[in-house]
């Protein structure tokens, strides 16, 4: 509806219930012009949710092929130190009730998260759930370097998710660029990392964490790629729930 049409419809009720009734009419199609284009500017969608929906929480699905004795290690020891004197209650459980309550084992078996917390070689289950980082020389991955190189660096990453958080650390520290800084009244020394380490540290803790570790992204890796000019980390899985890119930052249920 437009400007032109909208006067029309205003003459014609000025002249229909008079001046009087003008801004209560008025308001009220103001409010319907306004759900008309709301309705219009919106896709067609329909909510296949399920009313009953429940909390998707695939790092607890239990591995089968593995059994406790894969979560007895030096790492699962310091943990439960950790436990006993953080949590008391906790810890006076018997040890696998309060294993399934921590999320470490369901149906007798050890789970994703117990694994790759805990686990010698969580790979030895699942090859794929590491980190490949790549540092290439230039601004895009084809780029190629002034001898013909076509990696600066490029590793592997595997582990614990504590272990592969630090290594990819690690990798990005060795490859960004330090500038050293001298003051000039003190004489002091001060390294300056390219990207601040604090914060590098949290964006591979985040996609260690939060990746999908669904059945479907099983054979998906976590990719850090360093570019001349960015670094780049990508992580398996979309957006949780009904969120799209369009309402990222909006209030709603999910």
Known sequence: IGTQEILLVLVLILVIFGA????????????????????????????????DKKKIEDELRPVERADKKELQTDAFKKYTLALQEKKPNVFALPVQRWMTLQGFMSNG?????????????????????????VAVPGTKVSGIGEIGERFLDNKRIEGTIPQMK????????????????????????TDK????VIAIREIILNALVHRDYSIHTDNCPI?????????????????????????????GAD
């Open 109 to 133: 078996h050890p789970t994703i998260v117990g694994l790759f917390m805990f686990s010698a070689y969580p790979q030895g289950y699942f090859p794929q759930l590491g980190i490949t980082a």
């Open 20 to 51: 009087k009734r003008l801004p209560e009419i008025g308001g009220g199609l103001g409010r319907a012009i306004r759900n008309f284009r709301q309705a219009s500017s919106e896709p067609d969608e329909i909510d296949i949710t399920p009313k």
């Open 223 to 251: 990719t850090i790629r360093m570019f001349t000019n960015r670094i780049e980390v990508e992580n398996p899985g979309g957006l949780y729930g009904r969120n799209r890119i369009d309402t990222l930052g909006d209030y």
């Open 166 to 189: 630090d290594d990819a650390v690690a990798f990005v520290i060795r490859n960004m660029k330090v500038r050293t800084v001298i003051d000039e009244k003190t004489g002091e020394r």
């Open 193 to 196: 990392t390219e990207y601040p």
